[in-house]
């Protein structure tokens, strides 16, 4: 008989199962192009049918805002789910539920998303930045409301990518789930953002940064204290 | 080392197996015969914690520990090897680097003969398990990989679901030598219709 | 058992005697509240129980779903499921009446005023949890997946309140107690507020426990 083992470390866990996602992600590119493309589409379709010129000056920051959060929203929405659907769709969920700690695999999940949708947000905000003239007044208060916003997205998509993964009609269920959770958050974000595109001075823009900080922290709790009762029902 | 079911039982909304009560010590080979539909595999996913049981319960006691009220599959996954027709590893990696990963989801070292010596063991030409990805391999060839992945970490309880399905002669003589080495770990326990497969238990449970 | 069934009759008379009632106060005894156009104050002995109980549902549900991820007793998902059915209703009635209320008041239906946004979050909440349930066919999955639903609903909901009241300066009437820590109403229309907002209760709880029941008869007929 072999000698007892203790459980695998949750770290260890975690940095294998986040290796092996990038790992795959690069051999299929599913979840990059479909998260890139799409959000250039978007982009693309808005900066056309809206523009910098066709808004009036007053209009600009608080429009621009929406669209930028509508834009990475969406895109989160297309691609983040695959983590876990794929892993049920392709049923290897009950190998790696075997043998991975449940808060290895989440954390895993969600760096791998986390830097999926880092990615995005890198490639698509100086595109819109420049093709919608979106002017920034307080760019350090922008680029923390981005990696704020970007994970808390991440988080709550993860955690409702695992619910939806065992459920009929995946697709559609994802956004509908996804949205009561984010939507907080999500007007959080575009009011601050509108914020940082107006006034130069970042204590405007603090209450919101601690909304987000806030919000990140809660539902990240929230989502590991819940996942092994979801992952392993 | 004992694995005892009491009055175990599972149902999807409906019946799917039970309640079976049984009990395996170690050395020993359990057979789980039964019709299709009778939840042979239900039963495996849940002596190996994979699901929750709704009636009844799983139990395993190890020598000098937990001696009471023994644990339950769930709560000590590292003992448990499992390999199932749903059983699915990871297509976009080589066989290699599903072992790798495997392994090092587990918390164990990964040696990188180690992996390798596994697959040649389920009888995995080189070129097979270090360059195709998964995906690309023959339904034998991703049985005998799944073999590879249930004893990876030498569990002490081993439960094969089908483990012949798909396989040729040379594979099933793989899994004839994989459960005899598994006698010397631990508890195996096979599900299937196969009298082939059957023919390696000592004890049987048929469900109904 | 026969004093639990009489007592049990007594109250479901009494709760609807009192509906009678308030049906009674609300229109016929409660005079119109000064600053409110016309008879529109009427529409608080019904908007507001409405709304209280349609959070006080999602409070229920997320606590009964909290129980169930611990106890795993199949009842306590139930109880989190029917609160959660009759919450959305509710919902829907206090989104109706508050939008009817808010034509009168302010000549518009729908305003974006935080309360009226942080119903509509309650609403897809509440559509959130019933699709994913609906999405789930195996019992014990469906609940422990709504379960845990619920309670992250409950923990990123209320952030909301943070982020909207910033928005816009709120039309809404001033909530029962009002900032300045009182209740501001005449003696009639507290009466007959005060005895909506319990039989409103009363009649959540009753509705409640027949949905239960309901649950428990179709799953030993299934079984």
């Excluded at chain 1, 691609?79 to 075997?98: I, P």
């Excluded at chain 2, 073999?147 to 594979?171: I, Q, V």
């Excluded at chain 3, 009192?18 to 005079?31: E, P, S, V």
């Amino acid at each position: 008989m072999s000698a007892p083992r203790p459980a695998a470390g949750i770290l260890p866990a975690a940095i294998a199962v986040f290796r092996r996602e990038l790992l795959a992600e690069w051999r299929t590119r599913v979840a990059v192009n479909s998260l890139f493309l799409f959000a250039f589409a978007v982009l693309v379709l808005v900066a056309y049918a809206v523009g910098p010129t066709r808004l009036s000056p007053e209009d600009r920051p608080t429009v621009n805002a929406v669209l930028l959060w509508i834009v990475l929203f969406f895109s989160a929405m297309t691609g983040l789910s695959r983590t876990f659907v794929h892993e049920e769709d392709a049923g290897t969920a009950a190998a790696l539920r075997l043998s991975a700690p449940p808060s290895g695999v989440l954390l895993g999940k969600l760096l791998a998303n986390v830097a999926l949708l880092g990615a995005v947000t890198v490639f698509i905000v100086p595109l819109f930045v420049v093709l919608m003239g979106f002017e920034i007044m307080d760019p350090p208060l922008f680029v923390l409301l981005l990696l704020l916003g970007t994970f808390g997205l991440a988080s709550a998509s993860t955690f409702t990518a695992a619910l939806v993964s065992k459920a009929s009609a995946k697709g559609a269920l994802f956004a509908v789930l996804a949205i009561p959770l984010l939507l907080p958050p999500l007007v959080g974000a575009v009011l601050a953002t509108r914020v940082a595109a107006t006034e130069a001075d970042f204590s405007a823009g603090t209450d919101f940064v601690r909304l987000l900080v806030a919000y990140d922290g809660v539902v990240t709790t929230a989502a590991f204290l819940l996942f092994d009762a979801v992952w392993r029902e | 080392m004992r694995l005892v079911a009491e009055n175990l039982s599972r149902s999807f909304g409906r019946r799917a197996f039970g309640p079976v009560s049984f009990s395996v010590e170690a050395g020993r080979v359990l057979g789980v015969a039964g019709e299709n539909g009778s939840g042979k595999t239900t039963l495996l996913k849940t002596l190996a914690g994979l699901i929750r049981p709704s009636g009844g319960r799983a139990r395993i006691f190890f020598e000098g520990e937990d001696a009471g009220d023994g644990c339950e599959p769930r709560d000590v996954p590292w003992r448990i090897g499992w390999a199932a027709p749903d059983l699915a590893l990871y297509g976009e990696l080589t066989a290699e680097e599903n072992m790798i990963f495997f392994e090092r989801v587990r918390g164990l070292v990964p040696t990188p003969g180690r992996a390798r010596a596994l697959l040649e063991g389920v009888g995995l030409p080189p070129d097979s398990h270090s360059k195709k990805p998964l995906s690309s391999l023959s339904t034998g060839q991703r049985q005998r990989v799944k073999l590879a992945f249930a004893t990876l970490h030498e569990p002490d309880l081993l439960f094969l679901d089908e483990p012949g399905a798909n396989l040729d002669e040379a594979g099933r003589s793989i899994v004839q030598k994989v459960v005899a080495e598994q006698r010397l770990r631990g508890i195996t326990v096979i599900a299937s219709n196969d009298p082939r497969d059957l023919a390696l238990a000592d004890e049987r449970v048929t469900l109904s | 058992m026969q004093a639990v069934k009489s007592l049990g009759f007594l109250l479901k008379a009494l709760l609807g005697i009192g509906m009678a009632a308030i049906c009674w106060g609300a229109f016929l005894y409660a005079r119109p509240a000064q600053s409110f156009v016309g008879e529109s104050s009427r529409i608080v002995f019904f908007h507001v129980p409405m709304a209280w109980v349609s959070t006080l549902a999602f409070f229920i549900a997320a606590w009964h779903s909290a129980v169930y991820l611990k106890k795993r007793r199949i009842e306590s998902d139930d109880a989190a499921a029917g609160a959660a059915r009759l919450g959305f209703v509710f919902c829907v009635l206090a989104t109706v009446t508050g939008s009817i209320f808010a034509r009168v008041m302010w000549n518009s239906y729908w305003n974006w005023d935080p309360r009226e946004t942080s119903i509509v979050l309650l609403l897809l909440v509440y559509g959130a949890y019933l699709g994913l349930r609906g999405a789930l066919d195996d019992p014990e999955r469906r609940a422990t997946l709504s379960a845990a639903y619920a309670l992250v609903a409950v923990v990123t909901v209320p952030f909301l309140t943070f982020a909207v009241p910033r928005m816009y300066q709120s039309l809404h009437p001033d909530t029962v107690i009002n900032a300045r820590g009182k209740v501001e109403m005449s003696a009639d229309i507290r009466t007959v507020f005060f005895s909506s907002m319990v039989a409103f209760m009363g009649l959540f709880y009753w509705m409640w426990n027949l949905d239960r029941r309901v649950s428990r008869i179709v799953r030993e007929r299934a079984a």
